[in-house]
Structure formats: structure tokens, C-alpha cells
Nanobody, 123 residues
Framework: QVQLVESGGGLVQAGGSLRLSCAAS????????MGWFRQAPGKERVFVAK????????AYASSVLGRFTISGDKAKNTIFLQMNNLRPEDTAVYYC????????????????WGQGTQVTVSA
């Protein structure tokens, strides 16, 4: 089983940038469809981005398209989420997940999740 540890969260002003990391161990992330989700206070956890096993194909929630970029480094067995032009509404706990199944419909609900990292964006 893969284990995931997120890092890189913090406090940033609106318009700033952060890069989140998701370090995988136990298995290489290329065995999975990898994704980022976020959960704001009092709200459900929602999809942010995903990347295919090959690292070639990516997809984003409309709310982050053009501002966030998901990528992977196989040598480091780590997935990244580069977040630019951050907004207060991006404030949330961000989770990394390893899902099985097809890229088009990955099984994230039954996947392996990290513990999350807090991102806070001040106005």
C-alpha cells in the first residue's frame, strides 16, 4: 500500500503562491491516478486536480483552472500542486489521494489519502 504525506501549506496573502508536495512511499505514485482535493471549514471535500499514471494528462476543477498546476517527479516519488494567484476562497485543508481505476473515473473514495495540509489565504 502507498502512504502519502502532504506538506507546503501555510499562510499567504491574496495573489500569492504556494507549492504543495505529496510524498509517496511504499509504492510509486505512477501505479495510481493521483489527485488533490480540498475541504473548507463547514464544507464537503471537493476535487481540485488529478494527473494520470504517465503524468501526461491532467484535469482541474473550474475554480482553479489557469491558476493551479499538478505535476509529478518520479525520481522523488512526489506529486506537486503549484498554486498561483491565490484567493481567500482557496482557504482549505488540501489532501492528496492515490486512486485506482481508470483516469477518466478514478476510485478516489476508496483510495489512499494523506493527512492534509492547511492553506490559508488572507485578503
Amino acid at each position: 500500500q502507498v502512504q502519502l504525506v502532504e506538506s507546503g501549506g501555510g499562510l499567504v496573502q491574496a495573489g500569492g503562491s504556494l507549492r504543495l508536495s505529496c510524498a509517496a512511499s511504499g509504492r510509486t505514485f505512477s501505479n495510481y491516478v493521483m489527485g488533490w482535493f480540498r475541504q473548507a471549514p463547514g464544507k464537503e471535500r471537493v476535487f481540485v486536480a488529478k494527473i494520470s499514471r504517465t503524468g501526461i494528462t491532467t484535469a482541474y476543477a473550474s475554480s482553479v483552472l489557469g491558476r493551479f498546476t499538478i505535476s509529478g517527479d518520479k525520481a522523488k516519488n512526489t506529486i506537486f500542486l503549484q498554486m498561483n494567484n491565490l484567493r481567500p476562497e482557496d482557504t482549505a485543508v488540501y489532501y492528496c489521494v492515490a486512486g485506482s481505476g481508470d483516469y477518466s473515473r478514478p476510485q478516489f473514495d476508496g483510495g489512499r489519502w494523506g493527512q492534509g495540509t492547511q492553506v490559508t489565504v488572507s485578503a
